[in-house]
């Protein structure tokens, strides 16, 4: 559920054991339909794909996808985020048993081998878990300040 329209960041964590893992792990965010179920074929933000290789082996890998300029979304309300390995293999991402996130839904998607390795369409629901993420939102309303003169500026960063 997309409180906003700008997402500065997206984060998520890759088990701890799956290091060294170098593989280039991308970004893609697609409307949902009214049920909520992910539509990959309509792509609102084809993003890019990092790759964060190491890890300790104990804590969570932290994957975080900083955007400069923010990711625009066309508006609020319901979206599909998905991670996928570039085309060699699979990974494993924390989840969370039970339903943490209420506004969303854990799902599996494949990967097509035609067209650069892009999202297929058979994708399937993951009952009883949620995605470990966090998303970071820029404000996109105006932020109020005190009104004040040049001079009392000038004198307060004296």
């Not at 964590?13 to 049920?35: G, M, Q």
């Not at 804590?59 to 300029?69: G, L, S, T």
């Not at 508006?75 to 570039?86: C, P």
């Not at 991402?93 to 390795?117: E, I, Q």
Request: proline share 8%.
């Amino acid at each position: 559920m997309a409180t906003d329209t700008l997402i500065r960041s997206i984060t998520v964590w890759r088990h701890p054991v799956e290091t060294p893992n170098a593989n280039p792990l991308k970004l893609w965010i697609t409307e949902v339909d009214s049920a909520g179920t992910p539509l990959t074929h309509n792509v609102v933000f084809d993003g890019p794909a990092i790759s964060v290789p190491y890890g300790d082996g104990v804590h969570p890998i932290k994957i975080e996808y900083w955007f400069d300029p923010p990711v625009a979304l066309p508006h609020r309300g319901r979206y599909f985020f998905a991670i996928q390995e570039l085309c060699w293999g699979w990974f494993d991402l924390l989840v969370s048993a039970g339903d943490p996130y209420p506004d969303g839904s854990l799902w599996r998607t494949g990967r097509s081998n035609f067209s650069g390795c892009i999202l297929a369409y058979n994708i399937s629901r993951i009952s009883g878990y949620d995605l470990v993420f966090t998303i970071e939102y820029c404000r996109d309303a105006a932020t109020a300040t005190q009104r004040r003169s040049w001079g009392e500026l000038k004198l307060q960063y004296r």
